[in-house]
């Protein structure tokens, strides 16, 4: 599905904040941010996805955790075996359905 220009740069007005930045001596360019509450609607939906419980125990205790302490415990078993703590080192992996 294509859009006209007209409906990119509506668009584009109503979410995204455009600003001119200094690159270099003589050069600028437009840079585009999201607006405020879509910044803040995008910071809410990510941190609830950390958040959210998933069926993969944990380490020492417990059956589900929530997806940021599955990323902290991944990257502890890995700093482990990177160190030559652990023999082998085999990723939790949980698979996400939307």
Known sequence: MTFGYSVVRALNQRILRLKTENLARNKRSKR???N???TKDLMRKLNEFFESKIEVPRIRVGKQQTVETLINEEALLFAKFLRN???TWIPRIYSLQY
């Open 32 to 34: 585009a941010y999201l």
């Open 36 to 38: 405020d509450t879509e």
């Open 85 to 87: 703590e652990l023999k």
